[in-house]
């Protein structure tokens, strides 16, 4: 996976994958003892 491109995942009309992320944003602040905020991407395909 060399020379990856990625873009932030639209996740807008995905409420069960926001909560989701939500949630672990929550469980790690409460772990660590300090805000975290999590960023969604995805790959984009390959070119050959």
Request: negative net charge; glycine residues 4%.
């Amino acid at each position: 996976m060399l020379d990856s491109s990625f873009k932030i995942a639209e996740l807008g009309d995905r409420a069960d994958a926001l909560e989701a992320i939500r949630k672990l944003e929550q469980k790690l602040t409460e772990q660590i003892g300090s805000p975290i905020s999590l960023i969604a991407y995805e790959s984009e395909p390959e070119e050959s």
